[in-house]
């Protein structure tokens, strides 16, 4: 059977834009990466008309903006046993300025087939959950020199003169965003450039357990949002992780692999409200025990009242008592 993988990117959504001079020109470039099952890996093909598309003249924050069907639209074909392994949407986010055409062209070029290639240069280490973070990396490193080399090879001698003299605005990479496709039916596709960025949860070890060395390199087992719980603490079991969201509901997460090498699960609800109002949150020492400290209550009235007590010596004389201070005598 025939099957049609289609990627298609249709708007780009301003949520922040900073340029002072009237507004951004955005342009888009796209690769689709895919990896055969015996290992290779392939991009699409270039095509220099997309070098320089741009979606959106004078584009502010708030504005919506259509991305060409040309730079959008990325299909991929197949029949029974052809498969890919691997899908991968690669993209990179441009603004238009100054940058002469030759030149653009010529880091385009340079997009289209480094891509892939630095893809299938780090493929074994993409592979392993211990090495995905650093390989991701050093694809993206890679990629940037090759892009940067084109450019700046395709200027003139003038053109750098200006260049390092201020007088040539070079376009502006504002960022890349990388969507892993694989095996994946069906899907929507959200793609974040310069985007506020943190809050994901990270994963370290610390192997040595006596203090006598540096704890791991960090693994994301989350990608973003974390920094909006309330609260956050470990479960007793392996890998269980409970969070307080901003409702005061109760969440239960669990970090399955306990390796680094994939997202925690999906929330499931424990607690459904008011869990925002206690002090401390921690686990106890049993399978799914939870402890609390709930707030110091006020009281709405307060009254006092004062007094004294007086601690005297009486002397006893007959029906008459008399008083003498601290001391009692009798006579």
């Not at 342009?27 to 270039?46: E, N, R």
């Not at 959008?72 to 100054?98: H, K, M, Q, S």
């Not at 240069?121 to 050093?138: G, V």
Request: hydrophobic share 40%.
């Amino acid at each position: 059977m025939t099957t049609d993988r289609i990627v298609t990117l249709r708007e780009l959504h301003a949520h922040k834009e900073s340029d002072g001079s009237g507004g951004s020109e955005p342009y888009l470039w796209t690769c689709l990466v895919t990896i055969a099952q015996d290992l290779s890996v392939g991009g699409t093909p270039p095509a220099i008309g997309e070098a320089r598309l741009v979606m959106a003249q004078g584009m502010r924050a708030g504005q919506t903006a259509p991305v060409p069907a040309s730079v959008g639209v990325r299909r991929l074909r197949t029949e029974d046993g052809e498969d890919p392994r691997g899908l991968i949407l690669v993209t990179a986010l441009l603004e238009n300025d100054e940058t002469p055409l030759q030149a653009v062209e010529a880091g385009y070029l340079a997009f289209m087939s480094e891509v892939p290639s630095a893809i299938q240069d780090h493929l074994l280490l993409l592979n392993d959950p211990a090495t995905r973070d650093e390989a991701r990396s050093a694809i993206a490193d890679q990629v940037a020199a090759a892009v940067d080399s084109a450019i700046r090879g395709a200027l003139t001698t003038g053109q750098k003169i200006r260049v390092k003299l201020g007088l040539l605005n070079m376009d502006d990479a504002v960022d890349s965003a990388v969507q892993d496709l694989s095996g994946a039916g069906s899907t929507p596709i959200s793609l974040h450039f310069a985007g506020d960025t943190g809050g994901r949860l990270l994963r370290y070890v610390d192997a040595s357990q006596t203090g006598g060395g540096e704890v791991s390199s960090p693994q994301v087992v989350g990608q973003g949002g974390w920094q909006q719980f309330r609260q956050l603490f470990a479960g007793s079991d392996p890998g269980v992780i409970y969070a307080v969201d901003t409702g005061g509901r109760l969440l239960r997460y669990v970090d399955a692999s306990q390796t680094g090498g994939g997202e925690v699960s999906s929330p499931q609800v424990v607690g459904q409200g008011g869990w925002q109002q206690f002090v401390h949150l921690f686990a106890g020492s049993d399978p799914g025990v939870i402890y609390a400290v709930d707030p110091l209550v006020g009281a709405s009235e307060h009254y006092e009242i004062t007094g004294d007590l007086l601690v005297v010596g009486v002397r006893v004389d007959g029906a008459r008592a008399l008083a003498t201070g601290s001391t009692l005598r009798a006579r």
